[in-house]
């Protein structure tokens, strides 16, 4: 989603009016509704600066990655609440009625889910307060990535953006099956949230198949974008940049193949090579 904005261009030395495109940024509010000894109780869960469409795959996913749920039959209904505001008329709640209630306990959630559009962690209480739910590992030898696939996805990925090209400002994330093909697409100006809009999506048509299947997303790779992944069981992720130092240590925890600074002729392996096949 986008919008037409008078700018000033300089270029070959002179100064023109034009209109850009620039990507829209809107804040969404999260709630969720739940029975709490027989009765509802409904919480603001979180606040995400957001690209407006495809809400119900975010929360889809927010919920999914965060390990508030386990399966999105847990899901009752999702539903934008609220009156239509601003200057593009957009609905900016949404509530989601939950019912696996008696497995619900807010006050053992201890991250504080109040996140912003450039970076996850850094809205968080405390790097103290970042557990890991998952237990298990990822697959340690599957899926098999050709080099040629991973060069090609970044491509793919932006060959596939709708808004990309018209705004040049925004992020996306994009599953892949091991030959390169792209399954699955989502945009937005935060880099979590397209993640997140791109995982539930993914989940909502039964598409996840993680021994089959990599990921790749724009820009750099941190912790939290790992995590999310991680809670897929795919083990195998694409940044554009370069990982964080605590981004490789989780990926080598779970036995995830994590690679960086793709270009058209190289990229960098930052954990367990074991899945590229460099012959």
């Not at 039964?206 to 820009?219: A, E, H, L, V």
Request: proline fraction near 2%; charge should be positive.
């Amino acid at each position: 989603m986008n919008s037409k904005y008078k700018v000033i261009k300089f270029k070959k030395n002179k100064f023109e009016k034009i209109d850009d495109l620039i990507s829209i940024e809107e804040p969404l509010e999260i709630s969720i509704k739940y029975q709490d000894q027989n009765e509802w109780v409904t919480k603001s869960l979180s606040i995400t600066m957001r690209t407006p469409g495809h809400d119900e795959d975010l929360v889809r996913g927010f919920l999914f990655n965060e390990q508030i749920i386990q399966n999105l039959k847990e899901i009752e209904s999702i539903e934008s609440v609220d009156e239509k505001v601003g200057q593009y008329k957009i609905q900016n709640k949404i509530l989601i009625t939950l019912n696996n209630s008696k497995n619900i306990n807010i006050s053992k959630i201890k991250r504080d889910f109040l996140t912003n559009s450039s970076c996850g962690v850094c809205g968080k209480s405390s790097l103290d307060a970042l557990e890991i739910v998952k237990k298990e590992k990822t697959f340690k030898s599957d899926p098999k990535l050709k080099k040629e696939v991973i060069i090609e996805s970044p491509s793919i990925l932006r060959q596939n953006q709708s808004e990309f090209s018209k705004t040049g400002g925004i992020h996306a994330s994009g599953l892949f099956s091991s030959d390169g093909k792209l399954i699955s697409l989502r945009e937005d100006v935060g880099r979590h949230n397209a993640l997140d809009k791109m995982i539930g999506n993914a989940l909502n048509e039964n598409q996840i198949d993680p021994k089959n299947q990599f990921i790749t997303c724009s820009g750099r790779l941190n912790f939290e974008l790992v995590q999310k992944v991680l809670m897929t069981n795919i083990g195998l992720m694409i940044g554009v940049g370069a990982p964080t130092s605590l981004a490789i240590d989780l990926a080598n925890r779970f036995d995830m193949t994590l690679i960086g600074f793709v270009k058209e002729d190289s990229f960098n392996i930052y954990t367990n090579n074991q899945k590229v096949i460099v012959n």
